[in-house]
């Protein structure tokens, strides 16, 4: 089992409101990634990170913005939330080498903007 | 670009039967990892098993097993004895073994397996 958190599990909220969707991780893993999950199920990543002061756009466009200040914390933000950032929004992270790639998984955050 | 295709949107198995979940693939690359995760109802994203592409050998996980096919791009899924807890959606994805990949997984579309007393 991965030690990997997010907070809030659970969010609905107002449109024109500033969010941070809250990621951490205890296994010291140099690689974090946020994915976005749509009602159809699909994953897509919007941002990842190699380690500290590193962060990088994913495949998918995204509104959102994300900082590494510290290994264990990848915060994602959205400034202004819209009923259309309503998703899931998966936090992962893996180890930068070793042998292996595994990305390990938090529960999840469900937002809901209305 | 690779790409992942997961042919069958759902699966029905009653307990204790076995399912089998396809899985095939598109890349050009030669080094790679390949994972099945599921994400039941609680919708947290979980491991089930992972393949290395160098190893012939196919990955084992107690009821879950795969059948990896290099030459065919195929990465099937078998669990055997299926549960009431292995109701979920099941995501095949693939990952570029190098190092400018830097751990971009690529998902299928997911097979909702439905597991019925």
């Known amino acids: 089992e991965a030690d990997i958190y997010q907070t809030p599990r659970y969010l609905v909220i107002g449109t024109g409101k500033k969010i941070t969707l809250e990621c951490s991780q205890t296994?010291?893993?140099?690689?974090m990634y946020w994915y976005q999950q749509d009602p159809g199920m699909e994953l897509h990543l919007i941002h990842y990170?190699?380690?500290?002061?590193?962060?990088e756009k994913g495949d998918l466009s995204s509104e959102s913005t994300v900082s590494r200040i510290r290994t264990e914390h990848f915060p994602l933000t959205l400034e202004s939330a819209r009923p259309s950032h309503t998703s899931q929004y998966l936090c992962?992270?893996?180890?930068?080498?070793?042998?292996?790639?595994?990305?390990?998984f938090g529960p999840g955050t469900r937002l809901l903007v209305l | 670009a690779q790409t992942v295709t997961q042919s069958q949107p759902e699966m029905s198995v009653q307990e204790a039967e076995t399912v089998t979940l396809s899985c095939t693939y598109d890349?050009?690359?030669?080094?790679?990892?390949l994972f099945w995760y599921k994400q039941p109802p609680s919708r947290q994203m979980i491991l089930v098993i992972r393949?290395?592409?160098?190893?012939?050998q196919n990955a084992t996980e107690n009821r879950f097993s795969v059948n990896f096919q290099k030459a065919a791009k195929s990465f099937s899924l078998k669990i055997s004895d299926s549960q009431l807890g292995d109701t979920a959606m099941y995501f095949c994805?693939?990952?570029?073994?190098?190092?400018?990949?830097?751990?971009?997984?690529?998902f299928g579309a997911g097979t909702q397996v439905v597991v019925t007393p």
């Open positions: 890349t050009s690359e030669s080094n790679y990892y």
């Open positions: 994805a693939f990952l570029p073994g190098g190092t400018d990949s830097w751990g971009k997984l690529q």
């Open positions: 393949q290395e592409a160098y190893k012939q």
């Open positions: 990170s190699y380690g500290v002061n590193s962060t």
């Open positions: 992962a992270s893996s180890p930068r080498q070793g042998g292996t790639e595994t990305q390990y």
């Open positions: 296994m010291g893993h140099d690689k």
